[in-house]
């Protein structure tokens, strides 16, 4: 039974899968390379949970007893009492790696070692460890907190066990689990991030100003945010970073990343978290 996650990357993704666990009644152990990460993620989350207070989702009891359920830590040494592992680091897959070759070495046997990644190979990230039927994707959409959708994938290995235990853990988080194969940027990035590619090639030719794209996109579409709006919260780096798993494995030019979006990255124009992509923040 799972009773503590483990949650690898305090980040603004890390964060807000640790803070859904804890609001769920997990005991939570975040993780991170230096306390000021930690610190951030922490501050995410009292952020996050003191908006649904306001919202009246949650009480102040709910609120705290939340924020009283995660444990912080610098070691992977703290996941040896972990029954379930999430990685949330950023979208690098050597990093990755490292990762789950810590966690493989330091996890107790049969506990599952879940990626976030958005778009890297699940097969790959398994075959580094000595548990790969115990290796599984669980990409969850940002903002964790609001947002449905978990995208479950196999890697070659994945045993049946593993998806079912993930799916079971993902309908307990209130999430609705949606399966996809181990395939460049899976179900979600395979179709948004060219959209939000072609959208930066408008921006790059003239077409349109960024606020005439995502108007149009928003008012003509019934999107809820534009491309680019979007593009600047899930990361710029992230979505170039998504964008050369796809073109490198499909070998196909349509997921060729914009020079822009290269530029911007670049020039530390990263969206939200830099206050500066397409807009200013």
Same mark, same amino acid.
């Given at each position: 039974m799972i !009773? ?7 980040g603004? #993704?890390g =964060? ?5 666990? =804890?609001m769920?009644?997990?005991s939570?152990i ?6 000021? +990460?930690?610190k951030g993620g922490?501050?995410?989350i ?9 919202k009246?989702r949650?009480?102040e009891?709910?609120?705290?007893a939340?924020l009283?359920?995660i ?5 992977i ?6 029954d379930?592992?999430?990685e949330?680091v ?5 990093l990755k790696?490292?990762?789950?070759? *810590? ?5 107790k ?9 958005s ?7 398994a075959?580094?460890t !000595?548990?790969?039927p115990?290796?599984?994707?669980? *990409?969850f #959409?940002?903002?964790?907190p609001?947002?449905e ?15 079912e235990?993930t ?6 988080? !209130? ?5 996809a194969n181990d395939?460049?940027?899976?179900i ?7 959209m939000?590619?072609?959208?930066i ?8 100003? =960024?606020e005439?794209i995502?108007?149009?996109m928003k008012?003509?579409m019934?999107h %809820? ?9 899930i990361?710029?780096?992230t979505?170039l970073?998504?964008?050369e798993?796809?073109h490198e494995?499909?070998g196909d %030019?349509? +997921?060729h %990343?914009?020079p822009?979006?290269r530029? +911007?990255?670049d020039a ?9 992509g397409? +807009?200013?923040?």
């Amino acid at each position: 039974m799972i !009773k503590k996650v483990g949650v690898v990357g305090a980040g603004q #993704m890390g =964060a807000g899968i640790a803070q859904v666990a =804890a609001m769920n009644g997990f005991s939570v152990i975040l993780n991170d390379v230096s306390g000021a +990460y930690l610190k951030g993620g922490i501050e995410r989350i009292e952020k996050s949970l003191s908006s649904f207070l306001k919202k009246g989702r949650i009480t102040e009891q709910e609120k705290e007893a939340a924020l009283g359920q995660i444990q912080t830590t610098l070691e992977i040494k703290a996941f040896e009492t972990a029954d379930f592992v999430v990685e949330a680091v950023i979208e690098d897959e050597a990093l990755k790696v490292n990762v789950f070759k *810590h966690l493989d070495e330091t996890c107790k046997p049969g506990v599952i070692l879940a990626t976030n990644t958005s778009s890297i190979s699940i097969t790959r990230i398994a075959a580094a460890t !000595k548990r790969s039927p115990e290796v599984i994707g669980m *990409h969850f #959409m940002n903002p964790v907190p609001l947002m449905e959708l978990v995208e479950i994938i196999r890697g070659l290995s994945t045993s049946d066990k593993t998806f079912e235990t993930t799916r079971e853990l993902a309908v307990t988080l !209130k999430k609705t689990p949606v399966a996809a194969n181990d395939s460049p940027g899976f179900i979600s990035n395979r179709i948004l991030m060219p959209m939000i590619n072609e959208a930066i090639l408008a921006l790059y030719e003239g077409v349109g100003t =960024a606020e005439a794209i995502d108007s149009v996109m928003k008012l003509g579409m019934n999107h %809820p945010m534009g491309p680019l709006e979007l593009a600047d919260l899930i990361g710029l780096d992230t979505c170039l970073s998504i964008l050369e798993v796809l073109h490198e494995g499909f070998g196909d %030019p349509k +997921y060729h %990343p914009c020079p822009l979006l290269r530029k +911007y990255v670049d020039a530390g124009y990263l969206g939200r978290k830099t206050g500066r992509g397409f +807009y200013t923040y």
